[in-house]
């Protein structure tokens, strides 16, 4: 039987607080559960920790990864994939044996991470995106092979105060890299080429700017709170005869849906070639 894990008891330590290790302490804190002194963050660069110490007063500081996992319940690896096997070399003996690892590398699987620590461990992988910095994340969720339900559902609750959260079989975390993880990226792409189009058509680009971002906001929010299906939803913005099928037909003629689905293709296939060749010793 098994009891579940309190985020409340936990003793986290995040090795690498960048972009989504700092997303991750804002939704920690947030959520109230947890003190500040509960969180170790580390970072390479000292001027950038006093900057994450400023934002979130209270929680530990420090370059030094010995000092910030010795007593973690749950060590975050949030270092890019290429900084992952060093980390884990000088961390793993000093990780607490009942530890449960939390990854959020792209391409590393658990069981290289395992074999890194060189002993089973509870490990579960998280592939994230930066939206949780503003707590509309979309991140999956995969347990590694000593991980246990109690340990899926803690992260669960670390993830879901930055977003929604998918638990998916880990041989699908390299699609939700190409589609979720790297998504937001097309996104701002998008909102980009917008404004760009609002501005040649005479709108100032402060204007154009705004219309375009709200508009993405808009339809995502529209998809998620009716739950109709997206292309009902774009017929309804298609008058006979008028402006926006105009549009669209010319967007299927350059091949909108083929691009994004060979992008995700792309995406995926690189993020399945990370992690060949973080396997390799
Ligand atoms: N940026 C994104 O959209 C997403 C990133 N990821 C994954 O998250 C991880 C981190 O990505 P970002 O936050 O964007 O990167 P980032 O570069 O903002 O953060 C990485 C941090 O690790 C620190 N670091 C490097 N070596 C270190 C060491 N030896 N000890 C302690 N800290 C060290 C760096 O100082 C930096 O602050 C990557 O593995 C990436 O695959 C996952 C999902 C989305
Ligand atoms: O580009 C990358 O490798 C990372 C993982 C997903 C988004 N950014």
């Known amino acids: 039987m098994s009891t579940a894990l309190q985020l409340a008891n ?25 003190a500040p002194e509960q969180i170790r963050a580390t970072r390479r660069n000292p001027a950038a920790l006093e900057a994450l110490q400023e934002e979130f007063p209270g929680i530990q500081t420090t ?15 949030a270092v890019k994939p290429q900084n992952a096997r060093e980390v884990i070399e000088e961390i793993r003996a000093h990780v607490q044996p009942e530890a449960l690892i939390l990854s959020v590398l792209a391409g590393l699987t658990t069981a290289t991470i395992e074999r890194l620590f060189g002993r089973p461990l509870p ?31 803690l992260c669960r609750q670390i993830f879901e105060a930055v977003g929604k959260v998918e638990i998916v079989p880990e041989y699908l975390m390299d699609a939700v890299t190409g589609l979720s993880g790297s998504g937001p ?33 808009g339809a995502a929010k529209l998809v998620l709170e009716t739950g109709r299906h997206p292309a009902i939803l774009r017929d309804e913005v298609t008058t006979p005869g008028g402006t926006a099928i105009a549009a669209v037909a010319e967007l299927e003629a350059h091949g909108l849906r083929t691009m994004l689905i060979n992008a995700v293709a792309t995406a995926t296939r690189r993020s399945q070639e990370l992690s060949q060749l973080n396997n390799h010793d």
């Open 63 to 77: 370059t030094n990864n010995l000092l910030a996992v010795r007593d973690a319940t749950l060590v975050v690896l």
């Open 10 to 34: 936990q003793t986290i330590a995040i090795i690498g607080a960048g972009n989504i290790g700092r997303a991750l302490i804002g939704g920690l804190l947030r959520g109230h559960e947890l």
């Open 123 to 153: 490990i579960v992988r998280a592939m994230p995106n930066t939206p949780a910095l503003v707590d509309e994340g979309a991140t999956a969720l995969a347990a590694g092979a000593h991980a246990r339900p109690e340990h899926l559902e």
């Open 185 to 217: 990226a097309y996104v701002f792409m998008f909102i980009e080429a917008l404004t760009d189009a609002g501005v040649k058509q005479g709108l100032p680009r402060p204007v154009a700017f705004r219309l375009a971002a709200q508009t993405v906001y």
